[in-house]
T-cell receptor, first 107, second 123 residues
Framework: DIQMTQSPSSLSTSVGDRVTITCRASQSISTYLNWYQQKPGKAPELLIHAASRLQSGVPSRFSGSGSGTDYTLTINSLQPEDVATYYC?????????FGQGTKVDIK | QVQLVQSGAEVKKPGASVKVSCRSSGYTFTSYDVNWVRQATGQGLEWMGWMNPNSGNTGYAQKFQGRVTMTRNTSISTAYMELSGLTSEDTAVYYCARAPTVPTGHYYYMDVWGKGTTITVSS
């Protein structure tokens, strides 16, 4: 099974700051990497698939990049509504494992 | 609009089984896989498996093999996830999520999620 490791596990930053979350796979996953946002008490929502393809309706301040084993989610100019936990997920092979999540908060 | 509506919360005794339903609307049910993901309180997301509603084919995470069964009723556009042999460690919110059915080698992702069903296992 492929293990997904996110860092950091949590962060607290200011409105308008740039946020970077990293996700590392235990083996190459060839950009079969999705990012989800989960707000408290809500179901997850898809932000990005195929490592860098923005889901329809997602603000352009969100972007993804990476290849091989290392991937990044970037939020440019953090907004109050971005307070959430962010999860990466690999869809290279089953079981489609998730990272442990990164909780983003506002200072 | 496109949505997945899940059945309500349940409380079960250890050793029992639970069957959660996930009714789709706003799209062609048989054109998208249904995945199931669970989340224990305060914990991360755990993928359980997938089902192709057109063929009925399924794939389960090894952890749940032998305990989980994913089925569907295409006449009412509804998917089901049944989990047996419940223990307190199965207490969680269970989500269904659709994923475009794609050939092997194509990108796979869950683009619409249900609101979740809380299953509590307690004696």
């Amino acid at each position: 099974d492929i293990q997904m490791t996110q860092s950091p596990s949590s962060l607290s930053t200011s409105v308008g700051d740039r946020v970077t979350i990293t996700c590392r796979a235990s083996q190459s996953i060839s950009t079969y990497l999705n990012w989800y946002q989960q707000k408290p008490g809500k179901a997850p929502e898809l932000l990005i698939h195929a490592a860098s393809r923005l889901q329809s309706g997602v603000p352009s301040r969100f972007s993804g990049s990476g290849s091989g084993t290392d991937y990044t989610l970037t939020i440019n100019s953090l907004q109050p509504e971005d307070v959430a936990t962010y999860y990466c997920q690999q869809s290279y092979s089953t079981p489609y494992s998730f990272g442990q999540g990164t909780k983003v908060d506002i200072k | 609009q496109v949505q997945l509506v899940q059945s309500g919360a349940e409380v079960k005794k250890p050793g029992a089984s639970v069957k959660v339903s996930c009714r789709s609307s706003g799209y062609t049910f048989t054109s998208y896989d249904v995945n199931w993901v669970r989340q224990a309180t305060g914990q991360g997301l755990e993928w359980m498996g997938w089902m192709n509603p057109n063929s009925g084919n399924t794939g389960y995470a090894q952890k749940f093999q032998g305990r989980v069964t994913m089925t569907r009723n295409t006449s009412i556009s509804t998917a089901y996830m049944e989990l047996s042999g419940l223990t307190s460690e199965d207490t969680a919110v269970y989500y269904c999520a659709r994923a475009p059915t794609v050939p092997t080698g194509h990108y796979y992702y869950m683009d619409v999620w249900g609101k979740g069903t809380t299953i509590t296992v307690s004696s």
